[in-house]
């Protein structure tokens, strides 16, 4: 038999009646008829829903070949597309021949037909995408993957790829992932000491430990997975114009939340002559974009969610695509929520990071409607962000959407040397680590701006999922890295 099959969704929604094709998939359910035939509920992972197989006698091999027909199990089927009868779909396949390629144990197999838990299926993440949930949050990503691409590229972005190991720490903050051989050496040391009865100490073994010669490592200094390709970016916007990266970024941050990951997606544009206005105009249009480009490609999954997850998604997108959305500074959003007579877990105050209830609470009660806030504190925001002339402020902005919070952040980036070279000083950092960056602004230096969205965020508010990691195939947390 030919291993070239259909998908599932192509014949649901083009198969014509009276044709002759070939599909395989893995076995939801089988139900058996007293008249000598099998509903058999067929899903390859294209669509959400199956397409409903009819087997019977006249199968070459039935009897011996539907034993082994159990939920989970693989089959390819061959047969003629003809209309269905009942209201769910509008085709279904009579089989003229049924393979079965790979069995499932029934009993043990533990995806049967009920609902698990979300923190059950992340236990067995090699099987969560079978479900219907996990199956349409993997179309949902991949519509969005797309669509980042689509965006950039219609106009005229260059995708650049930036590397995932790196030497520059691009926050500050020092939350990263040291990439090193010289463990490897300790514990070979280690060995040897064992053998001579001399244990090594604790210090050699860390990472983090002064002790340690970086300069005899793979790399020759200290290095570290990038937490953002934002600093490379800036290079070939510098360079040949506006560009972007989509990749993978890492912190080391211990938090063990519904909105943190270890490793995440991230995509970052970087725009030459761009100031905080244009900045700001491409990140809306980025958003809208994104959402009425999943709205019209993934309406059946799109539908489930609004369904099964969160009642109110569909309703919370059409409004964020109709609604132009509201700037406003930092410190307006601080007078609005100091006043706004209510207690808060973390207390507001002038200087201080806004955290998701405060975020939650502008974008959902009292605006009803995303914002952008702009014109941050100097103090809590990186060394790279353009200081403004008051000395207390940057500009920096970030995107809030309601039931998410930040979705997107970002800045216009200092393009001036001297500036930069004292913010660098004044956030603890070594300027020489920084020369190539300084560069950029020696030599040629211009305006420009850019922010990064994460792709899990914008997965969170298009799906109404609650937890981060049920958006990433397989989810990097603390004391978790299975599969």
Request: proline share 5%; aromatic share 10%; glycine share 8%.
């Amino acid at each position: 038999m030919s291993g070239i099959t259909h998908r599932v969704a192509q014949l649901l929604s083009e198969g014509e009646p009276g044709s002759t094709v070939t599909v395989g998939g893995w076995v939801r359910t089988r139900r058996d008829s007293k008249q000598g035939f099998s509903f058999i509920e067929l899903n390859d992972g294209s669509s959400m829903a199956g397409l409903q197989v009819i087997a019977d006698n006249t199968v070459p091999g039935y009897e011996e070949t539907i034993k082994g027909v159990q939920t989970g199990s693989s089959i390819r089927v061959t047969g003629e597309l003809k209309e269905s009868p009942g209201a769910k779909q509008r085709v279904e396949l009579h089989a003229k021949s049924l393979e079965l390629v790979g069995t499932s144990d029934v009993e043990t197999y533990p995806l049967q037909k009920k609902r698990h838990s979300f923190e059950f299926l992340r236990e067995i993440a090699h099987l969560r995408p079978r479900t219907n949930t996990f199956g349409a949050i993997a179309r949902v990503r991949n519509r969005v993957s797309h669509g980042i691409h689509t965006f950039f590229q219609s106009r005229g972005f260059l995708y650049v790829h930036t590397p995932i190991i790196t030497t520059s720490d691009c926050e500050g903050a020092g939350e990263m992932f040291t990439v090193t051989t010289l463990l490897q050496e300790s514990r070979a040391q280690g060995q040897e000491s064992r053998a001579e009865s001399q244990e090594p100490s604790a210090a050699s073994l860390d990472p983090g430990s002064s002790t340690l010669d970086y300069s005899t490592d793979f790399f020759g200094k200290k290095a570290s997975l990038t937490v953002s390709g934002q600093l490379e970016a800036e290079i070939y916007a510098t360079s040949v114009g506006p560009c972007y990266t989509f990749g993978p970024t890492f912190r080391a941050e211990n938090s063990n939340t519904t909105r943190h990951l270890a490793e995440f997606w991230m995509i970052e544009p970087e725009m030459p002559f761009y100031e905080l206005d244009d900045n700001m105009q491409l990140a809306e249009e980025f958003i809208k974009f994104l959402i009425n480009d999943v709205l019209q490609n993934c309406a059946d999954d799109m539908e489930f969610f609004n369904q099964r997850i969160e009642k109110t998604v569909l309703e919370t997108l059409r409004h964020i695509v109709e609604k132009d959305f509201r700037r406003i500074s930092y410190t307006e959003a601080v007078d609005i929520l100091t006043s706004a007579g209510r207690s808060w877990d973390y207390p507001v105050e002038w200087g201080h990071n806004l955290q998701a209830e405060h975020e939650r609470f502008l974008t959902e009660e009292h605006f009803q409607q995303p914002i952008i806030v702009y014109d941050y504190p100097r103090a809590i925001k990186p060394f790279y962000m353009y200081c403004n002339d008051d000395g207390k402020t940057v500009r920096a902005m970030d995107v809030l959407v309601p039931r998410v919070g930040e979705i997107i952040g970002g800045s216009q980036r200092e393009h001036r040397l001297d500036v930069l070279e004292s913010r660098i000083k004044e956030c603890g950092l070594d300027p020489e680590e920084y020369w190539w960056y300084l560069d950029l602004r020696r030599f040629g230096s211009v305006p420009h701006a850019g922010f990064g969205l994460g792709l899990e965020r914008m997965l969170l508010l298009l799906t109404g999922m609650q937890n981060i990691r049920d958006v990433i195939p397989f989810p990097r947390t603390p004391k978790n890295a299975e599969f």
